[in-house]
Every structure is written in structure tokens, then in C-alpha cells.
RNA sequence: GUGAUCGUAGUUCAGUUGGUAGAGCACCUGAUUGUGAUUCAGGUUGUCGUGGGUUCGAGCCCCAUCGGUCACCCCA
């Protein structure tokens, strides 16, 4: 019976033209995370399942993750994010670590999803985390790293938004405002996550659900609806949390001192599903309604350490997928042409003869530090310019005969030259293709 | 898990009221052309997603199933 030569459901196969925009988006992670001074470690692809268990939420558990028992009977999983393994990393070594530590990652992760645009079941996910910054400085240098990073793209303040939220903020509206007990505090929390994608009578219904009192649905939604510091300063005096928001409010400030406001937004409903996180939260979106789904989220936890036993140290990260990432630079039109290979030049022959001779010379120019590719055996001469091209090669090295010794001859496809090649002074050609 | 939609050569697709499959591109071979994509001649490829059913006859109609895409959910 024949394979099934397709990869398996919601994997991608990197062919080289995929593999060439992966490589691109790669580096750019690299590059602007190294820029601020992030350091890259990496960890296993499985972890005990345990590890998930202790904070990451019960839908990721439940539905989403890809575990299995192995030969000794540990119950283990593909890991489905990368936060419990860096926390578990830093966990190992904080003691005599200097701080704050900065760290970075790009790992493949898997979890058990239903493909669709922007959602696949394995991802490459750009992981940036910062452990022991004082309050709300690390929280800065993660939100102005990702800014950073999506304008290395070109992207403009138009295109992207950083909608950001502080759940301490939000457990005291829960608990010192509204007197909720647990319970219910966890169904509010499912729908203020609702509260901008169902009509607003709908919404209502579900408040009042929860809230039984009037005068706790309209504090609460006067909470929904803010959407300034100012407002947030003036909600919060006025229901005796200002303590508690302080920090946050702060933090909103700062950003604007940075010159970031023109990216970032406060959005009291962005709560986000992960239940590690314990400060500030954050997503970011495209404000393309192609791609309606987040490019990148992340937020401050405090307590990850915990679950290992250590003395709490705070972190505060982001993960960013390479799928969202790709769509948001497509539809914005902000990737290069990739489509072709670059190579610095094509050498041909087109007498069988030479076939030996192509490969001498393709590796003294390798030597003299070019990118080379050799045609393995001859080509017909009309066929030189067009399999050129399809390949995207600009300069080319014909290798011929005609009759008085071998000459070479180099193309350029740019700029329409022809120069003529001493065989015995080929060092010539670096020069001619290296500018 | 729920819903919508699609499934025909390597690829993009066409296939009329059901009459046992076609085009462009790509690819291969040969000839011609000797310096920017020429031209000509020829050639290869399909269990029409899979399995049933209706019919004298199914790519087309019906049922089931699998797969892709999109939306819900959730989020990278």
C-alpha cells in the first residue's frame, strides 16, 4: 500500500522556499533579541506532564496537548509552550545566576489543534523572557523588544497593536470591588474575555448571570469600558483600589515617557487563558481583519518558581509564532522576495569534457569565499539563460571551447556584461562578482 | 468537538441536461538557433480522494467515509 506523502495533519513540510522565509524570520529574531542583550538557550523537546499540569491552564491539558506514557511509565508530553521550561531552566540555576537574566528561544512546539488560517499543530515560537528585573523595568524591555522587532520588518504603528492589561488590576476589581467568590470570579473572567466578540445585549445577559446585584454590573461595566490611564486612574480612586493599581498605572505611564503610545493600548479585557500569570498581560494584534488572531502574547508571572520549590522569581515573556508572524507580514506586504535561491554565481559547461574542469574551478572560487553552484554535467547553450533565470541566478560562468583551449566568459543577467576570463588569473572573478 | 465549503495529470484549472477524460504551465527527447527568456516536431503523467448505491451507462445524481480550507472555541 502507497504512504501517504503529506505531512502529518497541521505540520508543515519546509521545502527550500519555505525553509528560505523560516530562515529570514529566524533571523530577525536573533538579531533584535541579541540587540538587547538576550542570551539563547534551548531545552528538550518532551517534559513530564506535570510540569504543564501545575499552571498552564486546564484546555491546554485537557485538549491540547500531545502525551503519551514512555517505556518506564512516566507520563510525558511534546511541549505545547516554552514558559514551564525555561522556569523549570532558571529554577536549576537562579542562585548563582547574576540578575536579571535574559533569555531567548525559538523551539517547535506542538499542540492539538484544528488547522485553520493562522493555527497550525506545530509552530515555531520566538520565546523571550526576563527573571529578577525590578518592577516593570523588564516588563518595558519586553514590550519594547517586540516593538523593535516588528519594525526591523518595516512594520508601522498602523498595523500592529500591543493591547495590554494587568491581572492584579483585575483581581481586585474582582475581589475588593465586587466580592466575588471563586467561582464566580473564574466565570467572569471567561466573559470578559467574551465581552468584544458578543453583541452587547448578549454580554449583558452573561454579566448578570454572575453579578446578581445591579450595583455590580454597572461597576462592572464601567470597568469594560475603560480604555485610558486617565479613566483607569479615575475608576480606581474612586472604588478604594487605587493601591493596587498603582503599579500598573505607572508602568502605562512609563510606556508613554518611552514614546510607545503610539503602539500599545490599554484593553481591560485581555485576560489571556494561561494561569501563571499574576501581573501584567498582553497581546498583540494586526489590525488586518485578514488575520484575526494574535501575533505574539505574553505577560508577568511571579510565582512559576514555586512549583519547583524555590524561592519566587519574578519573569515576565512573550511568545510569538512564526505562522502569525509570517501572515501578518504578507498581508502587510512587508517580506522580500525569497522566492529564489541566492547563489553568487552558476558555473556551466557545454561540452561533456569539461565537466571535470567545472568542478576545478567551482572549488578555487569556493576558496576565494564564493557561493558557487556547478551545473553537474553539460547543458545545452540555449538552455543556459532560462535555467539560469528559473534558478535565480545573476551571474553566470560559461565554460567553452572553440576549438584553441578552454575560455571562459562570465555573464551578468543585471547588467548585461560579458567579461572575458583569464583561465589563469580566475582571482579576477571575486572581483567582478563581489563588487 | 460544532458548522460551512471544496476534493479531476507534477501544478493551475476546464469538463455543458449523466454517454467509459481535456487545456495552459511544468517536465522529457530530438532538430534549429551561438550569447537574454526563440522556433518546430514528438512524448510522459490520472484507479476523476475512497467505498457503496441508483442507472443500460456516473467525474457529474444519492449515501457514507477520509482529506484540505475557512469559521466557532481558544490563542502563536
Redesign the pocket.
Known sequence: MALNKKPY?GCRDFFPKGMRVRNYLFHHMCDVAEKFGFEAYDGPLLEEVDLYKAKSGE?LINDQIYSFTDRGDRNVAIRPEMTPTVARMVANIHKQETKPIRWYSIPNLM?Y?????G??RE?W?FNVDIFGAPENLGELEVVSLVIQFLKSFGAKSDMFAILLNDRTLVDAVFNDILNLEAESALKLY?VI??AK?VSPGKLDIMIREILLTEEQFIIFKEYLALNSIESLTKFATQNNIAQKSESFIQFLTMCQELELSEFIEYDPTIV???DYYTGVVF?IFDKHPDN??????GGAYANLLKIFNEEPLGGIGF???D??LRDFLETHKLLPDLSKASHDVFVVN?EDEHNLYNMTISNQLRELGIKVESHLGKI???KI??LA??KGHSKIL?I?DQGDGIEL?L??????K?TKIDINKINQIKDYIKG
Open positions: 495533519k484546555e499542540r489543534e484544528k488547522p485553520q488560517r493555527r497550525v509552530h515560537q471567561k474575555d467574551k466578540k489571556r487563558g494561561l497581546e484575526n488572531r494574535a501575533i505574539a502574547g511568545g510569538l509564532g505562522v502569525t557545454v545545452k547553450f540555449n539563460f532560462k533565470q528559473s560559461i567553452e566568459e555573464k551578468d543577467l543585471t547588467t548585461n560579458n
